[in-house]
């Protein structure tokens, strides 16, 4: 393939990603940015497949990472655009992404025979989702609370300063015109706006006081917890697949057999094999990605 974006091999030798002692020279994007989605998924290919036989570090790795970089920030733009109208800077989402984007280009294997797109989105949507977690309320708290904390912090104000003291739940409520109840409520509700570090130190009556931290108390982050929710939406378009697809799948994924040997099984050939997983995983990838717009 060769596009306006594409220079010569020549020209890539004389910009630090030369053929090196790995084969054939990576193409040579001017622009990786402006690349149509469509070339970008074949030259990915190309890239991932020189990137995992690279030597990290060498100016040949940095320059094939880069690129592919650069020319799969339309998958961020796109994902970002589902969160677009939640009050934050779209170039605040967009940068967040690109830490997606970054981890997926990072772990992406050539030989899952799955698209760069498919696995990448996963990452790209969490990244995101994950900074509107850390930067809004610890926990999920219903607007209406969300609104009566404002109102309640201005009316605490105002009480301190008159009478110099903390005001009582009843005195909050008589100017606030609430009752107790609802004051209470929003007093709970508010201690879910901030949540404290895990580098907070924790006070005690005992000899090891200020010495420990919350984090000292909690459980380590257990890597593959954030599959759940991924495993809980392929159940449903699993269940979705005819017997023989949940079999194909079944053999592929889990027991880890070859295309020839599932072949074999099933009486059929190879090639035959190959199409039919891809048939599935686009498939499911089309039920994945469904509320994303994706087909």
Known sequence: ???????SEAEIIENAAGAGPHGAPLPGIEAPRSVA?????????????????????????QYARNTLIEMNMSLVRFAAGRFRGRGDDMEDIVQTGMIGLIKAIDRFEVAREVEFTSFA???????IKRFFRDTTWAVHVPR???????????????????LDREPTVAE???????????????????????????????????????????????????ARL??????HSLAPLMAELSERDRRIIHLRFVE????????????????HVSRLIKRIIGRLRQGMLGEL???
């Not at 989105?121 to 990244?127: D, F, K, N, R």
């Not at 309640?152 to 300063?161: G, T």
């Open 172 to 222: 909050l409520a008589t100017l606030m015109n609430l009752s107790p109840e609802q004051v209470v409520e929003a007093q709970i509700a508010s201690n879910g706006y901030n949540s404290s570090s895990l580098d907070a130190a924790i006070t005690g009556d005992g000899p090891e006081q200020g010495e420990s931290v919350l984090a000292d108390f909690i459980g380590v982050e257990e």
């Open 144 to 162: 209406r609370l969300q609104e009566l904390r404002v109102e309640l912090a201005k009316a605490r104000d105002e009480l301190s300063s008159r």
């Open 1 to 7: 393939m060769q596009t306006a974006a594409v220079r």
């Open 256 to 271: 880890e057999a070859t295309q020839a040997e599932i072949g074999e099984r099933l009486g059929c050939s190879q090639m």
């Open 293 to 295: 717009g994706c087909a």
């Open 121 to 127: 989105l996963p990452y790209i949507v969490g990244e």
């Open 37 to 61: 989605p469509r070339d970008a998924r074949e030259l990915s290919r190309q890239f991932f497949r020189r990137l995992a036989v690279l030597e990290e570090g060498t100016p040949e790795h």
């Open 226 to 231: 954030g599959l759940v929710d991924d495993f």
